[in-house]
């Protein structure tokens, strides 16, 4: 049903833990397959991903367009979730998805979009306000976060995202702004960014 794409440069650290987070879904049959679009990483995120079972699309351009790169290289699943490398998803996530898909489905809306609830795995109430802030945006004017990911129909894409998603729409967000698709749905299952490490 689904397919993850995940954009990585130099991702190994983060990657593991985003990866983890999707094998409840991939074990329950929902995730058919992973594509990571790198950007040219010198770590060891190839190994990583090949690890894991994820196909693999090197790109030579800085900003890949990774909408046309997903409908080309992945083909099992009927709708895409594309999520940055940085960001885990919450446990049980992939049944919320789904019942977004079924009633998509049932109103035969397969322009409709979502996005997960923004989250953010530092401390501190300003992290706590930022959070807030940006869901709020996002429920209400439909500006998002990169982190919060974007979940589209395969068919939804295959209409305008080659033509309307240009070179420069490297992050689920951008995405969203090039397809010009208005205010997403906003799951309430979280999209959450992993903590950098302190030094």
Same mark, same amino acid.
């Given at each position: 049903?689904?397919?993850?794409?995940?954009?990585?440069?130099?991702?190994?650290?983060?990657?593991?833990?985003?990866?983890?987070?999707?094998?409840?879904?991939?074990?329950?049959?929902?995730?058919?397959?992973?594509?990571?679009?790198?950007?040219?990483?010198?770590?060891?995120?190839?190994?990583?991903?090949?690890?894991?079972?994820?196909?693999?699309?090197?790109?030579?351009?800085?900003?890949?367009?990774?909408?046309?790169?997903?409908?080309?290289?992945?083909?099992?699943?009927?709708?895409?979730?594309?999520?940055?490398?940085?960001?885990?998803?919450?446990?049980?996530?992939?049944?919320?998805?789904?019942?977004?898909?079924?009633?998509?489905?049932?109103?035969?809306?397969?322009?409709?979009?979502?996005?997960?609830?923004?989250? !953010?795995?530092?401390?501190?109430? *300003?992290? =706590? @306000?930022?959070?807030?802030?940006?869901?709020? &945006?996002?429920?209400?004017?439909? /500006?998002?976060?990169?982190?919060?990911?974007?979940?589209?129909?395969?068919? !939804?894409?295959?209409?305008?995202? *080659?033509? =309307? @998603?240009?070179?420069?729409?490297?992050?689920? &967000?951008?995405?969203?702004?090039? /397809?010009?698709?208005?205010?997403?749905?906003?799951?309430?299952?979280?999209?959450?960014?992993?903590?950098?490490?302190?030094?």
């Amino acid at each position: 049903m689904l397919s993850v794409i995940v954009t990585t440069l130099n991702s190994e650290q983060a990657l593991l833990h985003s990866f983890s987070s999707l094998v409840p879904a991939t074990a329950e049959g929902i995730v058919r397959d992973v594509l990571v679009i790198d950007r040219g990483s010198t770590d060891a995120t190839r190994t990583l991903a090949d690890a894991a079972g994820a196909n693999w699309v090197s790109s030579a351009d800085a900003e890949p367009n990774i909408v046309e790169l997903a409908l080309d290289h992945t083909h099992r699943g009927e709708w895409l979730l594309f999520i940055r490398p940085d960001v885990m998803l919450e446990s049980g996530w992939h049944n919320e998805a789904m019942a977004f898909i079924e009633r998509c489905q049932r109103a035969g809306s397969d322009h409709q979009l979502a996005v997960l609830r923004y989250q !953010s795995d530092d401390f501190g109430l *300003k992290v =706590r @306000a930022t959070e807030k802030l940006v869901n709020f &945006a996002a429920q209400t004017i439909g /500006l998002t976060h990169p982190c919060q990911g974007l979940l589209a129909s395969r068919a !939804s894409l295959a209409r305008h995202g *080659k033509r =309307r @998603a240009k070179l420069s729409a490297t992050t689920p &967000a951008q995405i969203l702004r090039a /397809l010009r698709a208005g205010r997403p749905t906003t799951l309430r299952s979280a999209a959450i960014r992993i903590a950098s490490p302190q030094a």
